[in-house]
């Protein structure tokens, strides 16, 4: 079965990093771009970054370019998000996608981490 | 950048059809692939059609995908509805630089 597993989530300062991690399962993960994305409370979804299938062709949404950092370890099946000077409207549930034949469309998704930044 | 814009809200009643649609703001509908995603309450976007018209497998044929270029919009018709199928309906496509979902559209059935 294929499985897209998030952690990392919690509650973080304004300004503070979190980093979260997105294990997968049941498919060949090298050979697939992955992505994040990210839905606001009671919001509509809104992507945030994309990583090639080598990890070294990465692309980000204008308002997270020079915070968020994707990264994949391929030997661990496993994808990352690094997130620095993290503000309030970054509050949201983060979901993992796997791409499928077009690297700007999802076909899995995961059950989502929330990362909440307030004081 | 563009935009994707849905109607906020629709509703239906069982057996009806209802067809959801999504405009693009600028450039060329049918020059980038246009994705439907399905979210019920409480649970992760799950893919209904890809591609502009094709269904994963799983997805009942009564969900259809399509483009019309002269309104530069894409629709996504559910026929038969059934109260399973409430929920909120993303369409998302992209361009050189960016990945873009519309606005969501909360399909109730009463």
């Known amino acids: 079965e294929v499985q897209l597993l998030e952690s990392g989530g919690g509650l973080v300062q304004p300004g503070g990093s979190l980093r979260l991690s997105c294990a997968a399962s049941?498919?060949?993960?090298?050979?697939?771009?992955m992505s994040w994305v990210r839905q606001a409370p009671g919001k509509g979804l809104e992507w945030v970054s994309r990583?090639?299938?080598?990890?070294?062709?990465?692309y980000y949404a204008d308002s997270m370019q020079g915070r968020f950092t994707i990264s994949r370890d391929n030997s661990k099946n496993t994808l990352f998000l690094q997130m620095n000077s993290l503000r309030a409207e970054d509050t949201a549930v983060y979901y993992c996608?796997?791409?499928?034949?077009?690297?700007?469309?999802?076909?899995?998704w995961g059950q989502g981490t929330m990362v909440t930044v307030s004081s | 950048n563009f935009m994707l814009t849905q109607p906020h809200s629709v509703s239906e009643s069982p057996g009806k059809t209802v067809i959801i649609s999504c405009t693009r703001s600028?450039?060329?509908?049918?020059?980038?692939?246009v994705q439907w995603y399905q979210q019920r309450p409480g649970s992760s976007p799950t893919t209904v059609i890809y591609?502009?018209?094709?269904?994963p497998s799983g997805v009942p044929d009564r969900f259809s995908g399509s483009i019309d270029s002269s309104s530069n919009s894409a629709s996504l018709t559910i026929s038969g509805l059934k109260t399973e199928d409430e929920a909120d309906y993303y369409c998302?496509?992209?361009?050189?630089?960016?990945?873009?979902f519309g606005g969501g559209t909360k399909l109730t059935v009463l």
């Open positions: 996608a796997k791409s499928g034949r077009l690297m700007e469309a999802f076909d899995i």
């Open positions: 049941g498919f060949s993960f090298s050979n697939y771009a």
């Open positions: 990583i090639s299938t080598s990890g070294r062709s990465t």
């Open positions: 600028s450039g060329y509908i049918a020059n980038n692939y």
């Open positions: 591609e502009d018209n094709q269904r």
């Open positions: 998302q496509s992209y361009d050189s630089s960016n990945v873009v």
